[in-house]
């Protein structure tokens, strides 16, 4: 295969916002390994599926190495994959893992969230870490903050009590995250930044 084409590596690939970037960066000429627990071959050439937990290392090593065999390079990682439980953190356990939330700069009383901002707000300092120490080798590292976002984690039901927990007074669409996650690719001059796609939730209320 061909290495001149830019290759990116999406998690949580199967549906949501996951499904709809593979759309995306195909849409851009990119090849794309796209991993997920549920994740099915397609005709499409360009995509490589790789199912598997990414919580589990071996997966995320599979991932990489089936994405250099076919492509012969990786430009781009999208830690896409994860999950929001609301619950008192007494009740979690070590095995609960989040996704990014604007909840870490803006707790809600109504969401319990303590252990997204453990998980999550360690990754916020990470991404400016990471920034730091990779950018004399031009990698940049950045990060989007969505708020809630219509996808297949919340029924319909839940949509019209989900918007008002935003001050624009809606949802996020699928849409919006992934516009800003194409900004993040093409700015080359921005890195160690968390890109907040969240109807103002982390201004306030």
């Known amino acids: 295969m061909s290495s001149e084409i830019k290759v990116a ?6 549906q949501g916002m996951g499904a709809a ?3 995306a960066y195909r849409g851009r000429g ?7 627990r549920s994740i099915r071959p397609t005709n499409d050439g360009q995509i490589l599926a790789v199912p598997g937990d990414i919580t589990d290392r071996k997966t995320a090593e599979r991932a990489i190495s ?21 619950k008192p953190f007494t009740q979690y356990t070590e095995a609960v893992v989040q996704i990014t939330t604007s909840l870490i700069e803006h707790a809600n009383s109504h969401v319990p969230s303590v252990l997204a901002s453990l998980t999550k707000g360690g990754l916020s300092a990470a991404t ?17 903050a969505p ?10 039901e839940t949509h019209g009590q989900l918007a008002k927990m935003h001050p624009l007074g809606r949802m996020g669409e699928i849409s919006e995250i992934v516009g800003a996650i194409l900004y993040l690719e093409s700015a080359g001059f921005v890195t160690g ?7 103002g939730q982390s201004a306030g209320h």
């Open 128 to 144: 400016k870490s990471l920034a730091i120490e990779y950018a004399k080798l031009g990698i940049r590292v950045n990060a989007v």
């Open 9 to 14: 590596v999406i998690t949580g690939a199967s």
């Open 193 to 199: 930044e968390t890109i907040h796609v969240d109807g």
């Open 147 to 156: 708020g809630i976002i219509k996808t297949p984690m919340h029924p319909v």
């Open 21 to 23: 970037l593979v759309e």
């Open 66 to 86: 089936e994405g250099l065999a076919r492509f012969g390079r990786i430009d781009t990682l999208i830690n896409n994959a994860g999950v929001f439980v609301a």
């Open 30 to 36: 990119y090849g794309v390994v796209a991993t997920a």
